[in-house]
């Protein structure tokens, strides 16, 4: 099933993502002749190619969901597409009872094919390369991660970081605040400009240590690393203790190589406790969240179960129970801390509930609640359209069949461990705030338990990457109203 349909557990995207096999498979037969390149905007689809016209696409898009859809109650008898301007506005408005619900939140959404596989293959995208928040003011542009290779972080702004100001020139710098109160936080993705390469913005930034400089960033295309480099995966040295550390910021195919290194690293050094940090993960391919769980999975066998992927009722001959497999890098975890966010979803979530089962009480979320989202995507191709239609259309539950948690893993995960994102503080680092917890929960010291309160909401077309999704310390990570394939996946990323 899952080199078939591509299926995702993605972004929030994450929400959203593809599924296991690269993301090429379609129930339509494999997508062929899309060359991946710049990702920094969506080409309008083809509509003079036959077969493309607008009403093709929508009664398109309308027939996948009727056959695919995990929620056929909720659709409309009939719904005429003619009022709806895009293939994207029909699909929102064929959805809308599942979203209301809170069963499907933005999660169904078309791509184009191109983009999606320069992502997911091989990280490709364009921008500053730059993760951004909002403080809890709401009125303070923050950087909570900065990529290696992109302009921003060449450019001295890194984690920690205030944008203050925002300008096409020197002379033209128009302060965050003044914008925010302006035209609200779309005016910051106005000001901040399109995802294309050559894109060009002065920003005046505070630094972590007090210091303002002024800088010309420009949007290039740069392949995200979804393991850093500076601080992916690390040992932590607590008293006279080593843990292991893994930072993953996106279930991309690239990730399986460093992942792979990085336990292969912790088991040869005998360690056996760990902190995994998906704090602003919003999912991606099952496929790569499969592999954390054989790696994770040194002391599973073969006979036990990860997860279950469930189809509809009358689909369920495409149902799949994916059973461990340990791989030679694999370790064997006695005691693991997952840090989470509202901005943790999907393809992250799978991997935390799926230890439940497994590790009980020596496992523990760290941070603040999760988002919610237990179900995955499948990619359905109209290659002539360059549109790839993600369907809701997959359930996935632990080996326990426990899936209960569409209001986030707080509850359902046996402890926890509430923290905040300390921007003070490098990721990866002994002394910040989610981290620190972490090892605090490994080392048997206290810690208070994360509230129940309800996961992020997405009150966008950003799906689980939308703007509410919170990062964990009062942040609001920002997220245009129609995020690109990455920033469902990265959320907060230009």
């Given at each position: 099933?899952?080199?078939?349909?591509?299926?995702?557990?993605?972004?929030?995207?994450?929400?959203?993502?593809?599924?296991?096999?690269?993301?090429?498979?379609?129930?339509?037969?494999?997508?062929?002749?899309?060359?991946?390149?710049?990702?920094?905007?969506?080409?309008?689809?083809?509509?003079?190619?036959?077969?493309?016209?607008?009403?093709?696409?929508?009664?398109?898009?309308?027939?996948?969901?009727?056959?695919?859809?995990?929620?056929?109650?909720?659709?409309?008898?009939?719904?005429?597409?003619?009022?709806?301007?895009?293939?994207?506005?029909?699909?929102?408005?064929?959805?809308?009872?599942?979203?209301?619900?809170?069963?499907?939140?933005?999660?169904?959404?078309?791509?184009?094919?191109?983009?999606?596989e320069a992502y997911y293959n091989s990280g490709t995208t364009a921008g500053f390369g730059v993760r951004f928040a909002l403080d809890p003011t709401g009125r303070r542009l923050l950087v909570t991660e900065a990529f290696e290779g992109a302009g921003a972080l060449a450019a001295g702004i890194d984690r920690g970081s205030e944008i203050t100001q925002?300008?096409?020139?020197?002379?033209?710098?128009?302060?965050?605040?003044?914008?925010?109160?302006?035209?609200?936080?779309?005016?910051?993705?106005?000001?901040?400009?399109?995802?294309?390469?050559?894109?060009?913005?002065?920003?005046?930034?505070?630094?972590?240590?007090?210091?303002?400089?002024?800088?010309?960033?420009?949007?290039?295309?740069?392949?995200?690393?979804?393991?850093?480099?500076?601080?992916?995966?690390?040992?932590?040295?607590?008293?006279?203790?080593?843990?292991?550390?893994?930072?993953?910021?996106?279930?991309?195919?690239?990730?399986?190589?460093?992942?792979?290194?990085?336990?292969?690293?912790?088991?040869?050094?005998?360690?056996?406790?760990?902190?995994?940090?998906?704090?602003?993960?919003?999912?991606?391919?099952?496929?790569?969240?499969?592999?954390?769980?054989?790696?994770?999975?040194?002391?599973?066998?073969?006979?036990?179960?990860?997860?279950?992927?469930?189809?509809?009722?009358?689909?369920?001959?495409?149902?799949?129970?994916?059973?461990?497999?340990?791989?030679?890098?694999?370790?064997?975890?006695?005691?693991?801390?997952?840090?989470?966010?509202?901005?943790?979803?999907?393809?992250?979530?799978?991997?935390?509930?799926?230890?439940?089962?497994?590790?009980?009480?020596?496992?523990?979320?760290?941070?603040?609640?999760?988002?919610?989202?237990?179900?995955?995507?499948?990619?359905?191709?109209?290659?002539?359209?360059?549109?790839?239609?993600?369907?809701?259309?997959?359930?996935?539950?632990?080996?326990?069949?426990?899936?209960?948690?569409?209001?986030?893993?707080?509850?359902?995960?046996?402890?926890?461990?509430?923290?905040?994102?300390?921007?003070?503080?490098?990721?990866?680092?002994?002394?910040?705030?989610?981290?620190?917890?972490?090892?605090?929960?490994?080392?048997?010291?206290?810690?208070?338990?994360?509230?129940?309160?309800?996961?992020?909401?997405?009150?966008?077309?950003?799906?689980?990457?939308?703007?509410?999704?919170?990062?964990?310390?009062?942040?609001?990570?920002?997220?245009?109203?129609?995020?690109?394939?990455?920033?469902?996946?990265?959320?907060?990323?230009?």
């Open positions: 099933m899952r080199g078939r349909f591509g299926a995702a557990l993605g972004v929030l995207a994450m929400l959203a993502g593809c599924g296991g096999g690269g993301g090429n498979g379609s129930v339509a037969g494999p997508v062929g002749g899309t060359t991946p390149g710049s990702t920094g905007g969506v080409t309008p689809p083809p509509t003079a190619v036959a077969g493309c016209s607008l009403r093709e696409r929508q009664d398109w898009a309308a027939a996948q969901l009727r056959e695919w859809y995990l929620f056929p109650e909720t659709l409309p008898a009939s719904l005429d597409p003619t009022p709806y301007t895009s293939v994207d506005d029909y699909i929102d408005a064929l959805t809308a009872t599942a979203r209301a619900q809170r069963r499907d939140r933005y999660f169904t959404h078309r791509e184009s094919i191109a983009e999606e925002i300008g096409t020139t020197s002379a033209g710098l128009r302060p965050v605040s003044t914008i925010i109160d302006r035209e609200g936080t779309a005016g910051l993705t106005t000001a901040l400009g399109p995802d294309t390469p050559g894109t060009t913005r002065v920003f005046e930034f505070r630094t972590i240590d007090g210091t303002t400089r002024t800088a010309t960033v420009a949007k290039t295309d740069y392949t995200l690393l979804p393991v850093s480099s500076r601080y992916g995966a690390k040992v932590l040295q607590d008293g006279a203790k080593r843990v292991g550390y893994i930072n993953l910021r996106t279930f991309i195919t690239t990730a399986n190589q460093p992942l792979r290194d990085a336990f292969a690293g912790f088991r040869a050094q005998g360690i056996t406790e760990f902190v995994i940090d998906f704090r602003y993960n919003g999912g991606g391919l099952i496929s790569v969240a499969d592999l954390v769980g054989d790696l994770m999975g040194g002391n599973r066998t073969t006979s036990e179960v990860y997860s279950y992927t469930t189809f509809r009722p009358e689909k369920a001959a495409e149902n799949e129970t994916r059973y461990f497999a340990p791989t030679a890098q694999s370790v064997a975890p006695t005691r693991v801390a997952f840090i989470g966010t509202g901005s943790t979803a999907s393809a992250s979530e799978l991997v935390i509930n799926a230890f439940v089962p497994y590790l009980g009480n020596n496992m523990a979320l760290v941070g603040t609640n999760t988002f919610g989202k237990p179900v995955g995507q499948i990619a359905l191709d109209r290659p002539a359209c360059d549109d790839r239609l993600r369907v809701v259309a997959i359930a996935v539950q632990n080996s326990a069949r426990s899936a209960a948690y569409y209001d986030g893993l707080a509850a359902t995960v046996p402890n926890s461990c509430q923290a905040g994102d300390d921007l003070n503080f490098p990721l990866g680092d002994a002394r910040e705030a989610s981290v620190a917890r972490a090892l605090d929960f490994l080392a048997g010291r206290q810690c208070s338990r994360i509230g129940a309160s309800a996961s992020a909401t997405a009150s966008t077309r950003g799906g689980e990457a939308g703007l509410r999704a919170v990062a964990g310390g009062g942040q609001t990570l920002l997220q245009p109203d129609r995020p690109t394939v990455p920033q469902r996946d990265v959320p907060g990323l230009f």
